[in-house]
């Protein structure tokens, strides 16, 4: 099986799909190269995130990553989510083709996305903080 069951668990029963409308913080990013484009949504009271949720238009792995994505920063502070990698999703999920690593680092990268935002909205620089946003190249 190419797909470990977790995986098929989260692209068929994908959790926290949606918008928040008043969120505190969205990002976006997609893949120039296979076009697929995830958008998170956070909430987030007093350094904690207290809601989550996600919109990718993407492939199977993607819809899987950004559903775990989600599942592992609901409820946690703002730095444990900055300390989410694209790996601990793959792990979570019981691991990824190598051809699909990068749907994951596409997961990652958008909850780094929506996390600068919330600092920018804040008035606060997110580099520092956040680092860099890139979109992943592979
Ligand atoms: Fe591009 Fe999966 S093929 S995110």
Redo the contacts with the bound molecule.
């Keep these: 099986m190419l797909y470990s069951e977790k995986v098929l668990d989260h692209f068929s029963n994908p959790r926290n799909v949606g918008e928040i409308e008043d969120a505190d913080g969205i990002g976006e990013i997609g ?1 120039a ?4 484009i ?1 958008k998170m949504y956070l909430k987030i009271d007093d350094n904690t995130i207290t809601d989550v949720k996600f919109k990718t238009f ?5 819809v899987a990553t950004s559903s775990m994505a989600t599942e592992l920063i609901k409820g946690k502070s703002i730095d444990d989510a900055l300390k989410l990698t694209n790996q601990a999703v793959v792990e979570a999920l019981d691991g990824l083709p190598a051809v ?1 690593i ?2 994951s680092v ?1 997961a990652e990268q958008a909850v780094r996305a929506a996390l600068s935002d919330y600092y920018t909205r804040q008035g606060i620089d997110p580099v520092p903080i956040v680092g860099e946003i890139k979109e992943p190249e592979e």
């Design positions: 893949n190269k296979c076009g697929d995830m993407g492939c199977g792995a993607a699909k990068h749907c596409l």
